[in-house]
């Protein structure tokens, strides 16, 4: 009895870890930017421009869904060469010691019809901090081209420079402490 309910359990295992589905970015039409206000009058806009992000999940709705992201901090895009250089060095991002940001997502809660709460685990500047995000799931649909699936999200949130010693010596009246997160991505199921 004890070998059967051992077998029924791990086939019931195996069959939940086949359902899941691995889900990647289409990386021309997915971007993560961000926005800072500078002087407290204007919003300068930048964008990582190299990043992959999948989710996993086995809803066709995503409510249970997995998100990981990867972003190369070089590839940080201001359209000023001079500022780009300048958020690369260690006054910022620090890219030669802290090649990469991740994001790897803890939890995902209702918050309305195709509106969720994502919370995970932030790092960056090589310090990790919890974060949440406003999710909107925009729906499945078939590609008219590829005749694939591709399900569309977006993702915003702010995070506070200093919870992860970024521009520590930019005080707030030069640069906003706080910087919002704008993630806009088109997901494809991997083969």
């Known amino acids: 009895m004890k070998k059967l309910s051992l077998l029924v359990f791990l086939s019931v295992c195996a069959f939940a870890v086949s359902a899941q589905k691995t889900w990647k970015n289409d990386k ?16 300068i806009s930048g964008a990582f421009t190299e990043f992959d992000a999948t989710i996993t999940a086995a809803k066709p709705d995503f409510s249970d869904a997995t998100f990981n992201l990867t972003a190369k901090t070089a590839s940080i895009e201001t359209h000023v060469e001079k500022r780009n250089d300048h958020l690369k060095s260690a006054d910022f991002f620090d890219a030669a010691a802290n090649p990469e940001l991740t994001f790897k997502s803890t939890s995902l809660k209702s918050a309305g019809k195709d509106k969720y709460k994502l919370s995970g685990d932030l790092t960056m500047h090589g310090v990790t901090k919890p974060v949440t995000l ?3 799931y925009r729906g499945t649909i ?3 081209q590829s005749k694939k699936p591709v399900a569309g999200f977006r993702a915003i949130g702010t995070v506070k420079r200093a919870d992860f010693g970024i521009g520590p010596k930019f005080p707030a009246p030069m640069l906003s402490e706080e910087v919002t997160i704008i993630a806009d991505g088109e997901f494809g199921p991997q083969d």
């Open 134 to 136: 406003d999710l909107t």
């Open 142 to 144: 078939t590609n008219p």
């Open 28 to 43: 021309p039409h997915s971007q993560l930017k961000f926005d800072i206000t500078h002087l407290g009058v204007s919003t």
